[in-house]
Protein backbone atom coordinates (compact mmCIF):
# COMPACT_ATOMS: atom_id res chain seq x y z
CA UNK A 1 0.00 0.00 0.00
CA UNK A 2 1.10 3.51 -1.19
CA UNK A 3 1.31 5.36 2.84
CA UNK A 4 0.43 9.05 2.90
CA UNK A 5 2.08 11.39 5.77
CA UNK A 6 0.84 14.61 5.94
CA UNK A 7 2.47 17.35 8.02
CA UNK A 8 2.17 18.91 10.45
CA UNK A 9 -1.26 16.97 11.93
CA UNK A 10 -2.06 20.44 13.03
CA UNK A 11 -1.56 24.17 12.75
CA UNK A 12 -3.16 27.32 14.25
CA UNK A 13 -2.86 30.23 12.04
CA UNK A 14 -4.05 34.02 11.87
CA UNK A 15 -6.93 34.96 9.71
CA UNK A 16 -5.10 36.37 6.00
CA UNK A 17 -2.17 34.35 6.58
CA UNK A 18 -0.39 31.90 4.48
CA UNK A 19 -1.12 28.04 4.98
CA UNK A 20 0.98 25.66 4.01
CA UNK A 21 0.31 21.27 4.44
CA UNK A 22 2.21 18.94 3.09
CA UNK A 23 2.11 15.10 1.94
CA UNK A 24 4.68 13.21 1.17
CA UNK A 25 3.73 9.12 -0.30
CA UNK A 26 5.74 6.32 0.21
CA UNK A 27 6.05 5.88 -3.57
CA UNK A 28 5.74 8.16 -6.65
CA UNK A 29 2.20 8.68 -7.44
CA UNK A 30 3.15 10.26 -10.99
CA UNK A 31 2.09 8.70 -13.94
CA UNK A 32 4.58 8.37 -16.72
CA UNK A 33 2.45 7.67 -19.46
CA UNK A 34 0.44 11.29 -18.81
CA UNK A 35 2.47 12.98 -16.94
CA UNK A 36 -0.08 13.37 -14.55
CA UNK A 37 -0.02 13.11 -10.19
CA UNK A 38 -2.91 10.97 -9.15
CA UNK A 39 -3.72 12.69 -6.05
CA UNK A 40 -6.38 14.70 -4.75
CA UNK A 41 -6.89 17.03 -1.51
CA UNK A 42 -10.18 17.24 0.38
CA UNK A 43 -11.46 19.51 3.07
CA UNK A 44 -13.78 18.41 5.97
CA UNK A 45 -15.36 20.66 8.27
CA UNK A 46 -16.93 19.68 11.27
CA UNK A 47 -19.97 17.30 10.79
CA UNK A 48 -19.82 17.29 7.02
CA UNK A 49 -18.35 14.97 4.65
CA UNK A 50 -14.97 15.39 2.64
CA UNK A 51 -15.28 17.82 -0.22
CA UNK A 52 -12.96 17.86 -2.64
CA UNK A 53 -10.71 20.89 -3.30
CA UNK A 54 -7.94 20.15 -5.54
CA UNK A 55 -7.37 16.92 -8.23
CA UNK A 56 -4.26 15.46 -10.53
CA UNK A 57 -2.30 17.39 -7.63
CA UNK A 58 -3.16 21.07 -8.76
CA UNK A 59 -6.31 21.40 -10.62
CA UNK A 60 -8.70 22.95 -8.26
CA UNK A 61 -12.25 21.66 -8.90
CA UNK A 62 -14.59 24.20 -10.16
CA UNK A 63 -16.41 26.46 -7.36
CA UNK A 64 -13.19 26.32 -5.28
CA UNK A 65 -11.73 29.78 -4.01
CA UNK A 66 -8.83 30.33 -5.84
CA UNK A 67 -6.80 30.88 -2.44
CA UNK A 68 -6.67 27.39 -2.49
CA UNK A 69 -3.95 25.57 -4.69
CA UNK A 70 -2.01 22.59 -4.75
CA UNK A 71 1.71 21.98 -6.06
CA UNK A 72 4.04 19.24 -6.12
CA UNK A 73 5.00 16.06 -7.96
CA UNK A 74 6.11 12.65 -7.67
CA UNK A 75 6.24 11.78 -3.91
CA UNK A 76 5.70 15.57 -2.28
CA UNK A 77 2.87 17.61 -2.42
CA UNK A 78 1.66 20.60 -0.98
CA UNK A 79 -1.91 22.66 -0.37
CA UNK A 80 -1.60 26.37 0.04
CA UNK A 81 -4.28 28.69 1.41
CA UNK A 82 -3.15 32.08 0.54
CA UNK A 83 -5.19 33.93 3.02
CA UNK A 84 -7.06 32.07 5.39
CA UNK A 85 -10.17 32.64 5.91
CA UNK A 86 -12.49 31.91 8.91
CA UNK A 87 -14.51 29.61 6.54
CA UNK A 88 -11.47 27.40 6.15
CA UNK A 89 -11.44 26.11 9.52
CA UNK A 90 -11.11 22.33 8.97
CA UNK A 91 -9.32 19.04 8.50
CA UNK A 92 -7.64 18.34 5.06
CA UNK A 93 -6.64 15.37 3.59
CA UNK A 94 -4.44 14.23 0.84
CA UNK A 95 -5.70 11.21 -1.39
CA UNK A 96 -3.80 8.91 -3.92
CA UNK A 97 -5.53 6.98 -6.72
CA UNK A 98 -2.73 6.22 -8.34
CA UNK A 99 -2.78 2.43 -7.27
CA UNK A 100 -5.39 0.32 -5.20
CA UNK A 101 -6.05 0.44 -2.18
CA UNK A 102 -6.68 4.11 -2.95
CA UNK A 103 -5.23 5.57 0.69
CA UNK A 104 -5.38 9.07 2.26
CA UNK A 105 -3.39 11.15 4.79
CA UNK A 106 -3.64 10.78 8.37
CA UNK A 107 -5.27 14.74 7.85
CA UNK A 108 -4.12 18.37 9.30
CA UNK A 109 -6.20 20.16 11.42
CA UNK A 110 -6.30 24.01 10.55
CA UNK A 111 -7.70 26.24 13.58
CA UNK A 112 -7.77 29.78 13.63
CA UNK A 113 -4.98 31.44 15.65
CA UNK B 1 -27.13 18.34 -8.21
CA UNK B 2 -25.44 14.81 -7.42
CA UNK B 3 -26.59 13.63 -4.09
CA UNK B 4 -25.83 10.07 -2.48
CA UNK B 5 -27.76 9.36 0.76
CA UNK B 6 -26.32 6.01 3.02
CA UNK B 7 -28.96 3.58 4.77
CA UNK B 8 -29.07 1.19 6.95
CA UNK B 9 -28.64 -0.04 10.35
CA UNK B 10 -26.74 2.00 13.04
CA UNK B 11 -25.63 -1.00 15.54
CA UNK B 12 -24.91 -4.28 14.26
CA UNK B 13 -23.92 -6.97 16.54
CA UNK B 14 -20.37 -8.49 16.90
CA UNK B 15 -19.82 -11.46 13.98
CA UNK B 16 -22.72 -10.37 12.07
CA UNK B 17 -23.19 -9.10 9.09
CA UNK B 18 -23.21 -4.98 8.47
CA UNK B 19 -25.28 -3.86 5.65
CA UNK B 20 -25.65 -0.69 3.70
CA UNK B 21 -27.01 0.73 1.21
CA UNK B 22 -26.18 3.70 -1.11
CA UNK B 23 -29.06 5.84 -3.25
CA UNK B 24 -27.91 8.28 -5.99
CA UNK B 25 -29.80 10.66 -7.02
CA UNK B 26 -29.08 13.54 -9.67
CA UNK B 27 -26.42 11.58 -11.67
CA UNK B 28 -26.46 9.38 -14.69
CA UNK B 29 -25.59 6.23 -12.85
CA UNK B 30 -24.90 4.04 -15.12
CA UNK B 31 -22.26 6.59 -16.65
CA UNK B 32 -18.96 4.75 -17.07
CA UNK B 33 -17.69 7.91 -16.34
CA UNK B 34 -18.33 7.31 -12.61
CA UNK B 35 -17.75 4.44 -10.59
CA UNK B 36 -19.22 3.74 -6.73
CA UNK B 37 -16.85 3.08 -3.66
CA UNK B 38 -17.34 2.84 -0.22
CA UNK B 39 -14.73 4.71 2.58
CA UNK B 40 -14.93 4.65 5.98
CA UNK B 41 -14.07 6.47 9.06
CA UNK B 42 -13.19 5.01 12.34
CA UNK B 43 -13.39 7.94 15.49
CA UNK B 44 -10.21 9.35 15.25
CA UNK B 45 -8.13 7.62 12.49
CA UNK B 46 -7.68 8.07 8.95
CA UNK B 47 -10.12 7.64 5.89
CA UNK B 48 -9.93 3.76 4.85
CA UNK B 49 -11.22 3.10 1.29
CA UNK B 50 -13.21 -0.31 1.33
CA UNK B 51 -13.96 -0.82 -2.56
CA UNK B 52 -15.48 0.27 -5.53
CA UNK B 53 -18.11 -0.93 -8.16
CA UNK B 54 -18.81 0.28 -11.80
CA UNK B 55 -22.54 -0.02 -13.15
CA UNK B 56 -21.47 -3.17 -15.28
CA UNK B 57 -20.82 -4.90 -11.52
CA UNK B 58 -17.49 -4.78 -11.88
CA UNK B 59 -15.86 -4.82 -8.10
CA UNK B 60 -12.42 -4.32 -6.74
CA UNK B 61 -11.33 -4.18 -3.18
CA UNK B 62 -9.10 -3.34 -0.91
CA UNK B 63 -6.88 -6.80 0.32
CA UNK B 64 -7.69 -6.03 3.63
CA UNK B 65 -11.25 -6.20 3.87
CA UNK B 66 -11.74 -8.28 0.51
CA UNK B 67 -12.24 -11.51 2.20
CA UNK B 68 -15.38 -10.33 3.90
CA UNK B 69 -16.38 -7.37 1.71
CA UNK B 70 -19.46 -7.32 -0.91
CA UNK B 71 -20.28 -4.61 -3.00
CA UNK B 72 -22.83 -5.07 -5.42
CA UNK B 73 -24.98 -2.37 -7.55
CA UNK B 74 -28.68 -1.96 -8.80
CA UNK B 75 -28.65 0.33 -11.74
CA UNK B 76 -32.41 -0.10 -12.04
CA UNK B 77 -32.83 1.49 -8.36
CA UNK B 78 -29.83 3.76 -8.60
CA UNK B 79 -28.34 2.15 -5.82
CA UNK B 80 -24.97 0.36 -4.38
CA UNK B 81 -24.70 -1.61 -1.58
CA UNK B 82 -21.71 -3.00 0.85
CA UNK B 83 -22.22 -5.81 2.71
CA UNK B 84 -18.80 -6.95 5.68
CA UNK B 85 -19.25 -9.98 7.25
CA UNK B 86 -17.97 -11.04 10.48
CA UNK B 87 -17.91 -7.72 12.03
CA UNK B 88 -16.12 -6.68 15.21
CA UNK B 89 -15.92 -3.43 17.35
CA UNK B 90 -12.84 -2.48 14.65
CA UNK B 91 -15.72 -2.06 12.05
CA UNK B 92 -17.11 0.82 14.29
CA UNK B 93 -17.01 4.14 12.14
CA UNK B 94 -18.81 6.06 9.77
CA UNK B 95 -19.35 4.70 7.07
CA UNK B 96 -19.77 7.26 3.57
CA UNK B 97 -20.91 6.11 -0.05
CA UNK B 98 -18.57 8.34 -3.04
CA UNK B 99 -19.05 9.19 -6.66
CA UNK B 100 -15.38 8.74 -8.21
CA UNK B 101 -14.30 9.64 -11.33
CA UNK B 102 -13.32 7.12 -14.30
CA UNK B 103 -10.75 9.43 -16.68
CA UNK B 104 -8.45 7.02 -19.23
CA UNK B 105 -10.02 4.15 -17.94
CA UNK B 106 -8.68 4.44 -14.22
CA UNK B 107 -10.29 5.15 -11.05
CA UNK B 108 -9.13 8.94 -9.93
CA UNK B 109 -10.82 10.98 -7.21
CA UNK B 110 -14.09 11.15 -5.22
CA UNK B 111 -16.87 13.54 -5.67
CA UNK B 112 -19.36 14.20 -4.17
CA UNK B 113 -19.69 12.26 -0.66
CA UNK B 114 -22.22 10.95 1.19
CA UNK B 115 -23.55 12.73 4.79
CA UNK B 116 -21.57 9.34 6.26
CA UNK B 117 -23.88 6.97 8.29
CA UNK B 118 -22.05 5.68 11.83
CA UNK B 119 -22.06 1.85 12.31
CA UNK B 120 -21.50 0.83 15.86
CA UNK B 121 -20.87 -2.80 16.05
CA UNK B 122 -21.82 -4.03 19.70
CA UNK B 123 -23.94 -6.52 21.87
Known amino acids: DIVMTQSPESLAVSLGERVTINCKSSQSVLYSSDNRNYLAWYQQKPGQPPKLLIY???TRESGVPDRFSGSGSGTDFTLTISSLKAEDVAVYYC?????????FGQGTKVEIK | QVQLQESGPGLVKPSQTLSLTCTVS??????????WSWIRQPAGKRLEWIGR???????KYNPSLKSRVTISVDTSKSQFSLKLTSVTAADTAVYYC???????????????WGQGTLVTVSS
Open chain 1, 56 to 58: WAS
Open chain 1, 95 to 103: HQYYSTPQT
Open chain 2, 26 to 35: GASFSSDTYY
Open chain 2, 98 to 112: VRGFIVGGFDNWFDP
Open chain 2, 53 to 59: VYASGST
